[in-house]
């Protein structure tokens, strides 16, 4: 499931319903990430928690920074961010490595990509679109996300009626 900026909600089918209506959704998450504490912890467990974190795409954009570790901040909190966005945090088969965020284009907006649980989960909660906001300074990584989309569908039996005349 590829969700950016870019994406916008469309009609969603409920299950028994005679109507694609929109059900609007919307939802936010953020973290901030003290560069510090993050430097800190490369230091202690090195190459291990770089490669459960990041992919090489995102490992490639970090490094291109005047310091890799401002990237890492970055990127580590717009994973969390989503997992926020989503109301779940990182729970179950969830994993880092479910999220990637790329840079495609000159204009450098990031965009997010999700697989496995992660993806799975966006999908059941409905989501369509995933909006990311990333800024880093020497101290702090902080990220906004924003899901957009459809929303679950209501249960059959939560459905409101219309009473008969």
Request: aromatic share 6%; hydrophobic share 40%; charged share 25%.
């Amino acid at each position: 499931m590829i969700v950016n900026a870019a994406s916008q909600p469309g009609p969603v089918p409920c299950p028994g319903s005679r109507s694609r209506a929109l059900k609007p959704f919307l939802s936010c998450g953020i973290d901030l990430m003290k560069v510090a504490r993050f430097e800190q912890e490369v230091a202690r467990r090195g190459d291990s928690l770089i490669g459960e974190l990041f992919s090489a795409a995102e490992l490639a954009w970090c490094r291109r920074r005047r310091r890799a570790a401002e990237g890492y901040a970055m990127v580590y909190a717009a994973k969390e961010a989503l997992f926020k966005a989503l109301g779940t945090g990182k729970t179950g088969r969830m994993a880092w490595s479910d999220i990637e965020i790329r840079w495609p284009g000159a204009e450098g907006r990031p965009e997010m990509t999700l697989s496995g649980e992660t993806a799975a989960e966006a999908e059941r909660t409905g989501v369509t679109g995933v909006h990311l906001a990333l800024a880093g300074c020497r101290d702090y990584g902080v990220a906004w996300v924003v899901v957009s989309g459809g929303g679950p569908c209501p249960a059959p039996a939560a459905r409101a009626r219309m009473p008969a005349r």
